[in-house]
T-cell receptor
């Protein structure tokens, strides 16, 4: 079974509007961490935001927020006020186990976001 | 800022050649990783190393080996390259301790095997 599922291969959004990128995960470990990365066309992977499984509040970083719904096992990325520079591939990833454990990150297949002028 | 440097951005090799992909990080990170990225498949873990001389297989280790003789350097080796190993290869490193343990990636190495 897929551990990380991103069901939207491609998304379009109008500049200045908000967009939600979906991510669902599957784990039986009560301790885990969820990450979102951005990959522009240049290829580098840029860390955006992190949510720990025990964090009570949804993570926010500037225009990025993570809509963490633990019971539904979803960790959707919300980008507010989209900009042309947000056009990129976005990956959701999960680390099972406590932070500080040498556990790998499992990635989803990604969502290609295009921001329209 | 942590820097992860991959030695080659683009490589073209012939089937059967031995290929070395080198990765160096400069922040004394314990963990290092090699991922492969293919369209529609996301990033898949080939091998990772949680410390010097330690390595563990990831999800797709077949056809690959790794070496970590020094903490800062993690090498991916294709003993006999095949066309199905044409891909983008991403190296990453991570501090192993309290906190989010964010992976920091290199710029990637795009390998074409003819």
């Amino acid at each position: 079974a897929q551990k990380i599922t991103q069901t939207q291969p491609g998304m379009f959004v109008q500049e200045k509007e908000a967009v939600t990128l979906d991510c669902t995960y599957d784990t039986s470990d009560p301790s885990y961490g969820l990450f979102w990365y951005k990959q522009p066309s240049s290829g580098e992977m840029i860390f955006l935001i992190y949510q720990g499984s025990y964090d009570q509040q949804n993570a926010t970083e500037g225009r990025y927020s993570l809509n963490f719904q633990k019971a539904r096992k979803s960790a959707n990325l919300v980008i507010s006020a989209s900009q042309l520079g947000d056009s990129a591939m976005y990956f959701c990833a999960m680390r099972e186990g406590l932070s500080g454990s040498a556990r790998q990150l499992t990635f989803g297949s990604g969502t290609q976001l295009t921001v329209l002028p | 800022d942590v820097k992860v440097t991959q030695s080659s951005r683009y490589l073209v090799k012939r089937t059967g050649e031995k290929v070395f992909l080198e990765c160096v990080q400069d922040m004394d990170h314990e963990n290092m990783f090699w991922y492969r990225q293919d369209p529609g498949l996301g990033l898949r873990l080939i091998y990772f190393s949680y410390d010097v001389k330690m390595k563990e297989k990831g999800d797709i280790p077949e056809g690959y080996s790794v070496s970590r003789e020094k903490k800062e350097r993690f090498s991916l080796i294709l003993e006999s390259a095949s066309t199905n190993q044409t891909s983008m290869y991403l190296c990453a490193s991570r501090y192993q301790g309290p906190g989010a343990n964010v992976l920091t990636f290199g710029a990637g190495s795009r390998l074409t095997v003819l």
